[in-house]
């Protein structure tokens, strides 16, 4: 498998927002999340699903760059930034 084809996926179930999963199958990730030793729920084809505290996944506002150049996290319209 090529490098293009690995991927490392991240989901949550409703019911549980205590864990984030996070499915991979990159050598990297792989390696890392080992190293960290969070939890292997199960092993899916050459990946790992991983369970992961949510206290330790945070989304954060991206940045866009104004029309001037600088970075300005402000400029998300409602659309980009619903939790629909």
Do not use: C
């Not at 549980?16 to 199958?25: A, K």
């Not at 949510?54 to 506002?61: K, Q």
């Amino acid at each position: 498998m090529t490098n293009s084809e690995r991927e490392t996926n991240i989901y949550q179930n409703a019911d549980d927002r205590s864990v984030w999963h996070i499915f991979t199958d990159d050598k990297v990730r792989i390696k890392e999340f080992r190293a960290k030793e969070y939890t292997i729920q199960k092993q899916v084809g050459n990946g790992f699903v991983f369970e992961v505290p949510a206290r330790l996944i945070t989304f954060r506002t991206a940045k866009r760059k104004a029309r001037n150049g600088k970075v300005n996290s402000n400029t998300l319209s409602s659309k980009e930034t619903s939790n629909d």
